[in-house]
């Protein structure tokens, strides 16, 4: 079966850039969502389509994919971006979530 | 506005059947090009999807899940359900309803608030 692989944990301080990273067999030929979650809250998606942002999602979060790497990219990272974020695809009609990025602004 | 609400018995005793429903209001599933989808989350773990259904009935499982998992939907009542049968304390999780996006992109774009579900060891 398909999988994604997430690092569990990324560190940013604040300002600075965040990448965080989602790994799969030719995951640049399959479209990318990426959603953020915060304690106690439901997903969120801020990015669907590899790079593409919802209406009401900052524009410092964009998204980009290739090979097999998709990557999340959040510019001047602020504290309240600290939350977990998982990537998803669909693979042989499955939904696949990687395991989640706890990214943690210090 | 599309709201998602999921309900159901917080508590559900081993080798019993976890039954489900999610409301949607604001949008008709039946007039909706979107599929539907229930997803879980494990306390303090991931995001594991559950399966997909269409309001005509056209339905994707996951694999794993598959042998004990229905879902079903109502469009009169604008609800699908959820039922996960032979429970464990593996089992216990938030289950989140969702809109998923099938038409090539793949997304879940707007989300119940979930409901935890409790499976005793």
């Known amino acids: 079966s398909y999988e994604l692989t997430q690092s569990p944990s990324v560190s940013v301080s604040p300002g600075q850039t965040a990448s965080i990273t989602c790994s799969g067999y030719k995951l640049g030929n399959k479209y990318t969502s990426w959603y953020q979650q915060k304690p106690g809250q439901s997903p969120l998606m801020i990015i669907y389509?590899?790079?593409k942002r919802p209406s009401g999602i900052p524009e410092r979060f964009s998204g980009s994919s290739s090979g097999n790497t998709g990557t999340l990219t959040i510019s001047g990272t602020q504290a309240m971006d600290e939350a977990d974020y998982y990537c998803?695809?669909?693979?042989?009609?499955?939904?696949?979530f990687g395991g989640g990025t706890k990214l943690t602004v210090l | 506005q599309l709201q998602v609400q999921e309900s159901g018995p917080g508590l559900v005793k081993p080798s019993e059947t976890l039954s489900l429903t999610c409301t949607v209001s604001?949008?008709?599933?039946?007039?909706?090009?979107?599929?539907w989808g229930w997803i879980r989350q494990p306390p303090g773990k991931g995001l594991e999807w559950i399966g997909s259904?269409?309001?005509?009935?056209?339905?994707y499982y996951n694999p794993s899940l598959k042998s004990r998992v229905t879902i079903s939907v109502d469009t009169s009542k604008n609800q699908l359900s959820l039922k996960l049968s032979s429970v464990t304390a593996a089992d216990t999780a938030v289950y989140y309803c969702?809109?998923?996006?099938?038409?090539?992109?793949?997304?879940?774009?707007?989300w119940g608030q979930g409901t935890l579900v409790t499976v005793p060891s």
């Open positions: 259904i269409y309001y005509s009935g056209s339905i």
């Open positions: 604001g949008d008709s599933i039946s007039r909706s090009v979107y599929y």
């Open positions: 389509q590899d790079n």
């Open positions: 998803q695809t669909w693979d042989s009609s499955t939904v696949v």
């Open positions: 969702a809109r998923h996006n099938l038409g090539g992109t793949y997304y879940f774009d707007y």
